[in-house]
């Protein structure tokens, strides 16, 4: 199964297909799991150690912070926290939900639903609430994808337990994965991605097809409700990695075609089985859209940013955003001392066939992750990246390229293990012994300046009583919605709404939010938020001049007929700088005085709309 998938890859030069070692030195001891076990937990210690490192401004006062890079997705996650509690609690259709975007609601298959993570944390979120469960997801990320990959590392491609250690930290801690990590705990938990990668390189050589098939499209659907950008990312770093592998060695490998795609059939049958009601409601349910459209061209990796070191690590400093879209994509930031070793290693393992297959995947996936536009040192040079004859390809029209960079991970870690492996055998020169130790130090150094600091946070805004005290219940009957002024969304006073509604465990509907939909001024692709509509509009226009505007007889029309589209109950206006501009305006387009009830403004309308 997984621990023997990499036998025909790990050993022998060009023109051979050996049988590979036994991966676990321990096994001729007489008590052979003994010191497989306690290096095993000295590992997960290490990454535990880790995991709550990265996440240490969180965890000092987890119901009060949320991380700085992208607030919104932060509560965003804690929102769909929140969503998979409800499945359980109230019945929920798991596949979409009416609590977000009122009346329209939101495809959850179509978002980031991530019920991989979102279902297991029930208990947590129960508990101790979303913030604390997502502080948990966050730990977890890491952690866990750095345990799996050392899992695999130690138990088939190396009998060097500091090999299997380097190579499985550098896997859930790399610069890439913690840059994530501060907006996307779904992107950098990939703990499922080496037991793909095991079982897909094992098909060629399993006895048991129909078994190791089975298990694959099992770990397939579930990383699909994980994450499908990274099962998509994983699926053609496999279909390079195996491509490599067929080109070098087609005379000794073709008699084991029939075995793997006898148990790729398999695994497809039985994930196609699994996930074809999901991928319907995703692709033809309520709400749907038709790929992320031309805001996702520009998201590609800077060419400089692969020499750079990330922001949020030893080496880094502020000066490397410019290189990144922003703070949470810097997937591509691997510094030039660790190159210049993955280079070396390149050279001297080429013959290994491990070695040439990750060499040559990350190769492919680091160019096309400079996405369709190209960019030098922050600046777009041209339109002409090799993603580009790409955007318009279904499926493919909804990758964000730049993270195809998170490819180059394990491809670097694989020739990281492999070099330590090496240098740990080796017997060069008088002084065999220091040399290994000045050498296997030198690797350790390049990776050093990579060490992630921990994700800065910032303070959530203190909730109102309205809805910390639960008297909004009071004001929103059941069917009905509550709108806030500005409605719910990804950026500014938007942000607070999202906060409240996943506190109160979604048990109110709320107009707008934090989601993807269809745009139909965009032929259905997708867009951030509900379609704006006319009192939104003038809600907005507010907030950006800062000051009250004129409302005219037609203003006061459209605002009537939004609360009858939102079904509205109250609105709900939330505190800031432009608190009493939005407040004279709403009262002059609804002819209603607000009152002040637990620290927020408020207009009841249900008599206005009916």
Not at 450 to 472: D, H, K, N, T, Y
Request: proline share 7%.
């Amino acid at each position: 199964m997984v621990v023997n998938a990499l036998d025909p890859l790990v050993n022998g030069d060009e023109g051979q297909l050996e049988e590979g070692p036994d991966p676990v030195p321990e096994a001729r001891t007489g008590d052979p799991q003994r010191p497989t076990r306690r290096y095993d937990l000295l590992a997960l210690g290490c990454y535990l150690l880790g995991g709550l490192w990265v996440t240490l401004h969180l965890w000092k006062h987890v119901n009060g912070r949320v991380l700085s890079a992208h607030p919104s997705d932060q509560l965003l996650t804690e929102q769909l926290l929140a969503h998979a509690v409800r499945v359980f609690t109230h019945g929920d259709n798991p596949f979409f939900t009416h609590q977000m975007n009122a009346p329209d609601g939101v495809n959850m298959m179509a978002n980031t639903s991530m019920f991989g993570l979102t279902i297991p944390l029930v208990p947590v979120t129960l508990l101790f609430g979303p913030a604390v469960a997502f502080a948990v997801m966050a730990t977890f990320a890491p952690l866990g994808t750095a345990f799996a990959w050392y899992w695999l590392f130690s138990r088939q491609l190396t009998r060097s337990w500091l090999a299997a250690f380097i190579g499985g930290a550098f896997c859930g801690f790399a610069p890439g994965l913690i840059s994530q990590n501060n907006a996307h705990p779904q992107v950098a938990t990939q703990f499922a991605v080496p037991l793909i990668v095991g079982l897909v390189c094992g098909l060629a050589t399993t006895r048991r097809p129909v078994r190791d098939g089975v298990l694959l499209g099992l770990l397939i659907t579930y990383q699909m409700f994980v994450s499908e950008e990274v099962l998509l990312i994983t699926a053609l770093g496999c279909l390079i990695f195996v491509a490599v592998w067929v080109a070098s060695r087609w005379s000794e490998v073709r008699g084991y075609a029939s075995t793997f795609l006898r148990g790729l059939g398999v695994a497809a049958g039985t994930a196609l089985v699994l996930l074809a009601f999901p991928l319907w409601y995703q692709f033809a349910g309520p709400q749907h859209y038709k790929g992320l459209g031309v805001g996702t061209y520009g998201f590609g990796a800077d060419l400089l940013s692969f020499t750079a070191y990330p922001t949020n690590s030893l080496a880094g400093n502020s000066d490397s955003l410019k290189l990144a879209t922003n703070v949470a994509e810097e997937n591509s930031f691997f510094g030039i001392s660790l190159l210049a070793v993955a280079l070396l290693a390149t050279i001297l393992l080429w013959r290994r066939m491990p070695a040439r297959a990750a060499a040559v995947t990350g190769t492919v996936l680091g160019i096309l992750s400079l996405g369709a536009y190209l960019r030098l040192n922050g600046e777009y040079v041209c339109q002409c990246g090799p993603w580009l004859p790409l955007v318009h390809l279904p499926i493919l029209d909804s990758l964000i390229p730049t993270r195809l960079a998170l490819a180059l991970i394990p491809c670097i870690a694989v020739l990281l293990v492999l070099l330590v492996d090496a240098i740990k055998q080796s017997s060069a020169g008088p002084r065999p012994r220091l040399f290994r130790l000045v050498a296997t130090g030198l690797v350790v150094a390049a990776v050093l300046p990579l060490v992630p600091m921990p994700i800065p946070a910032i303070a959530r805004p203190a909730e109102p009583a309205f809805f910390g005290s639960g008297q909004w219940r009071t004001y929103v009957p059941d069917g009905r919605t509550l709108v806030t002024i500005p409605l719910a969304t990804y950026e500014g006073a938007g942000l607070q709404p999202m906060q409240w509604a996943a506190d109160q465990m979604l048990d109110f509907r709320m107009a707008g939010g934090y989601f993807l939909g269809p745009d139909p001024a965009a032929h259905g692709a997708a867009r951030f938020g509900a379609p704006p509509r006319p009192t939104t509009a003038m809600w907005a226009e507010v907030i950006r001049t800062e000051r009250p505007a004129s409302v005219a007889s037609t203003d006061r029309d459209n605002a009537v007929a939004d609360l009858r589209f939102w079904r509205a109950s109250v609105v709900v206006l939330v505190p800031g700088k432009t608190e009493d501009a939005l407040r004279q305006v709403t009262t002059d387009l609804l002819g209603v005085e607000p009152t002040r009830v637990g620290g927020v403004w408020l207009w009841d309308v249900r008599t206005l709309v009916g």
